[in-house]
């Protein structure tokens, strides 16, 4: 494992390679390494700096095999693109026209790229925002498929198409014998006859460059009533209606907005999302077609991530009541757009 230390001098000295030369004046480490686990050695520490000036940007230091040098600057040219389709993004610092500088320590060469500070995350989900959320996702997809832009760089996309996707792997970490053996099997059933139908039209699917990380309130703030994205690590180039149903099951099945989803029927919050995401782009046919299929597998995916949760914490009994709710996600067969 790579540990290495980052301090306030390295970041001015970053800072300096992008001709920001005012002195730091408050100074904070936001994130260090991924948010979870992988299976090779990482460097990711992500600094808030504020300068005497008053300015304020987050400066990010990466080494990590899955994110090149070339990743990295498609992913903030993608950033880029988008401002200038008037989605409000970061203003990101730019030398000689790269968004990457290299930066040496311990004996091991660092991409380094900075971007304006836009605010804090948003705290709580409401009507409102997630409006706002679905016509941002909506007119990110149009601008990707208007521009065709790409970045290099899939998560969904190959987990779909390479990876084992089956649900005995999502249950590696858990215990699915709350689940009575013969209801077990006929999830898996009905789990592995839709995966098959997904597999085969993943690739037809409209795909273009996304932001890949939002949902809930996650990597979003507000500025003068607009949302603004920020923190393109994970942009790459996904199936639209994967990226859209991803966002959305992340945020209702997300264990950490509970409270916010007590005061909020997910009937309406729904359509408050297709809705907005639909004013900025229609769905085409082919997606409509397979979109119920979509929604039952990544449905399931995130709702047995969460029943794994609640088993991690202990509440098997909260677990065992629950796991019903797989079969209404399996055989959804209408959605309503």
Not at 12 to 30: H, N, Q, V, Y
Request: proline content about 3%; charged content about 30%.
């Amino acid at each position: 494992m790579v540990t290495i230390n980052i301090d306030k001098e390295d970041t001015a000295a970053c800072l300096r390679k992008f001709g920001i030369f005012d002195p730091i004046s408050k100074w904070k480490l936001l994130a260090d390494g991924p948010d979870h686990p992988v299976p090779y050695d990482v460097i990711r520490k992500i600094i808030y700096a504020e300068l005497e000036s008053g300015e304020k940007y987050v400066v990010k230091f990466v080494r990590e095999p899955v994110f090149s040098t070339e990743i990295i600057e498609n992913q903030s040219a993608f950033s880029d693109l988008l401002m200038e389709h008037g989605i409000l993004t970061p203003k990101r610092l730019k030398k000689s026209g790269s968004y990457c500088v290299s930066y040496e320590k311990n004996g091991l060469l660092i991409d380094v790229y900075a971007e304006e500070w836009v605010g804090e995350k948003i705290p709580h989900l409401t009507p409102d925002l997630y409006k706002k959320v679905g016509g941002v996702i909506g007119k990110i997809h149009r601008i990707a498929l208007d521009t065709d832009y790409r970045i290099g760089f899939s998560l969904l996309y190959n987990e779909i198409t390479e990876r084992d996707t089956s649900l005995d792997r999502l249950w590696r970490n858990g215990d699915h014998s709350l689940i009575p053996q013969e209801e077990y099997e006929r999830i898996l059933s009905i789990y592995n006859r839709r995966l098959a139908v997904v597999k085969e039209v993943w690739k037809q699917l409209p795909r273009g460059a996304v932001q890949g990380d939002i949902y809930s309130c996650n990597n979003i703030a507000l500025r003068e009533d607009r949302l603004v994205v920020y923190d393109f690590n994970l942009a790459g180039d996904e199936v639209l209606i994967g990226d859209f149903l991803q966002c959305w099951f992340r945020t209702v099945f997300d264990e950490k907005i509970e409270e916010d989803l007590k005061e909020l029927s997910r009937s309406e919050l729904w359509e408050v999302l297709i809705t907005a995401y639909q004013k900025e782009r229609r769905l085409q046919e082919i997606e409509k077609r397979y979109f119920a299929d979509v929604y039952a597998i990544l449905g399931s995916v995130y709702y047995t991530k969460l029943l794994n949760y609640w088993l991690v914490l202990g509440q098997k009994d909260r677990a065992r009541e629950n796991y019903p709710f797989l079969f209404s996600l399996l055989e959804t067969e209408r959605i309503k757009f």
